[in-house]
């Protein structure tokens, strides 16, 4: 670093050196700009945003290193108990799934929540299939969540839920019902976006509210028999204004009910199974049932992953919406994962 870059970060006040630090990909980042001078060594604990990275790779890590969990463990319990900023603006922690430190978890989720967290998100990464983490029941009656990200955690609810602020919720490789569904969007009056990835467990999404605007339906798998051939998942949603169907779809089939206020979808999915005789058919009629379901939709997207799909459909003489037309599937556009738009063809 040259002297003059040096001089200007020197006469930066502190408030905007702690902003600086607060949007370093992780809080060990922060942490080590301590070394840089005196000054620096305590800034970190001025910071709005904690960030907590087990590693990029946790499952191979704790396989090569045991005692990584216990270090890294050790590691963020020291960081709470220096932190000095008593209002957060998030609070994020990836790590690999470990029974033996369910209690230390719960309470950084206790931590977040009595420092009024406004964005929280909490991922784990599992040896097996199925989610462990029960989440404590202070965590369903917390009104400081505007954003919440939750991945590998169990959801059980003993009574209402009350997430009066919470704007966008964002749900992975979880275990739902309709009635815990219908619990969340009911205790969150002025949620904007939903998004389910990868969860099972329930048969409908049924969205009444009318402050929910976007609903993403980020794949769809269940653990317990490995592929649910047989699973039907309806989405009821008459007021939703953007819809996005992505990633692989281990199912039968995905309905949409009510979708009549839509005006930008994107569709970008793969439906699998191994019943390959009827794998084609079955993803056609589901295609061709969204976008008929579609038509009247100002901006509607289809990825790559279904251009194979709308080439079958034309062969088979399928009559699109006079607004649409078929992709050139021999494009390098239609070879990979960008979006195409339909209303442009």
Avoid at 166 to 188: H, P, T, V, W
Avoid at 194 to 222: H, P
Avoid at 231 to 249: G, K
Wanted: hydrophobic letters at 40%; proline letters at 3%.
């Amino acid at each position: 670093m040259e002297t003059g870059e040096e001089d200007g970060i020197r006469v930066l006040p502190d408030y905007l050196l702690v902003e600086i630090l607060s949007r370093l990909p992780s809080t060990k980042d922060a942490i080590r700009t301590g070394i840089l001078s005196k000054r620096w060594k305590h800034l970190w604990t001025s910071v709005h945003t904690l960030i907590f990275k087990h590693s990029d790779d946790p499952l191979t890590q704790s396989r090569q290193n045991p005692n990584s969990m216990s270090d890294f463990i050790s590691f963020v319990e020291k960081a709470l108990t220096q932190c000095r900023q008593l209002k957060l603006k998030k609070f994020d922690v990836y790590i690999t799934y470990d029974i033996r430190f369910d209690s230390h978890f719960n309470n950084w989720i206790r931590y977040a929540i009595s420092r009024s967290v406004e964005e929280l998100k909490f991922k784990f990464w599992y040896r097996g299939l199925e989610a462990e983490f029960l989440l404590d029941q202070i965590f369903f009656i917390s009104s400081c969540f505007r954003d919440l990200t939750l991945e590998g955690c169990i959801l059980n609810p003993t009574g209402p839920i009350i997430w009066k602020n919470l704007r966008s919720l964002c749900i992975f490789n979880a275990k739902l019902d309709e009635d815990l569904i219908e619990n969340m969007l009911s205790g969150s009056p002025v949620l904007e976006t939903l998004e389910l990835g990868v969860c099972y467990g329930y048969r409908k999404i049924d969205i009444t509210s009318k402050s929910v605007k976007n609903l993403v339906f980020s794949g769809y798998s269940a653990p317990e028999d490995g592929y649910y051939l047989d699973d039907i998942i309806e989405i009821n949603a008459p007021n939703i204004l953007s819809l996005t169907i992505r990633n692989d779809l281990v199912l039968w089939k995905l309905l949409l009910l009510n979708v009549s206020s839509v005006v930008e979808a994107n569709l970008d999915f793969e439906k699998l199974g191994y019943r390959e005789t009827t794998l084609d058919e079955a993803e056609e009629d589901m295609l061709k049932g969204f976008i008929l379901n579609l038509h009247h939709v100002k901006d509607l997207k289809v990825g790559g992953f279904c251009s194979n799909v709308l080439s079958r459909l034309e062969v088979k003489g399928f009559t699109f919406p006079s607004n649409m037309k078929l992709p050139d599937v021999t494009s390098s556009s239609c070879v990979d994962n960008d979006l195409l738009d339909l209303d442009s063809w």
